[in-house]
């Protein structure tokens, strides 16, 4: 069970890797841009993933390859995503805009692999708060479907706003999402309501 001891690194585009790794990250079957080798997304769940990772890719060019394995056989989970990186080439190679999230269950770890690209422009620290703030609460409910979607889409969100783009959440009621537009609607909300006041009070007053 992934609980709140899920690791999440952030790394970069590394020139080499190992054939030690194949074992566990070769043939990997994609469905899209979806490798779930651990059989945790229902196929419902896996088109929709697939439609907002595609509404991405058309909108901005960057990509997300999401990989969840049943284990990681003893390997680094940072060095056998950026052999996916590497050998599934993520991204466009020269504008090493890829991404790999990445999910070993067994061994309740999780990566976030980016591309050079991102490098200065997503900090490492963010992607720590994103992934507690997204997959961590579903996955100590051992939802780990809805945590795997609102996760990647969370992730999907922030390399979209890179570009200045927003995309399409597919399959979900959108309401993780509209929380944080809600706290930005209310204070403003607020102030028109003390204008109206502030008016109201003006007239009474003449």
């Known amino acids: 069970m992934i609980k709140k001891c899920l690791l999440t690194t952030l790394l970069f585009l590394s020139l080499s890797a190992g054939s030690v790794f194949a074992k566990v990250a070769d043939n990997l079957n994609f469905n899209g841009y979806i490798a779930d080798e651990a059989n945790v997304l229902k196929e419902q769940a ?113 390399v979209a706003k890179l570009e200045k783009k927003r995309i399409k959440h597919y399959g979900i009621s959108n309401e993780g999402f509209n929380k944080g537009w809600l706290w930005l609607i209310l204070p403003l909300f607020g102030i028109l309501l003390g204008g109206i006041w502030f008016l109201a009070n003006n007239k009474s007053v003449k």
């Not at 997300?64 to 049943?70: D, E, H, K, S, T």
């Not at 067994?106 to 990566?111: G, K, M, T």
């Not at 507690?132 to 992730?155: L, R």
């Open 46 to 158: 896996e088109e929709n993933i697939n439609l907002t990772l595609d509404d991405l890719s058309k909108k901005t060019g960057n990509e997300i390859a999401l990989v969840l394995l049943p284990s990681l056989e003893g390997q680094k989970i940072e060095d056998v995503s950026s052999y996916i990186y590497n050998t599934y080439k993520i991204g466009n190679d020269n504008k090493k805009n890829g991404v790999v999230l990445l999910i070993g269950m067994s061994e309740q770890q999780l990566n976030v692999y980016l591309g050079e690209y991102y490098k200065d422009r997503i900090l490492a620290d963010e992607v720590r708060d994103l992934v507690q703030q997204t997959f961590v609460p579903y996955f100590e409910k051992d939802d780990y479907e809805n945590g795997v979607m609102q996760g990647t889409y969370v992730i999907a969100d922030r």
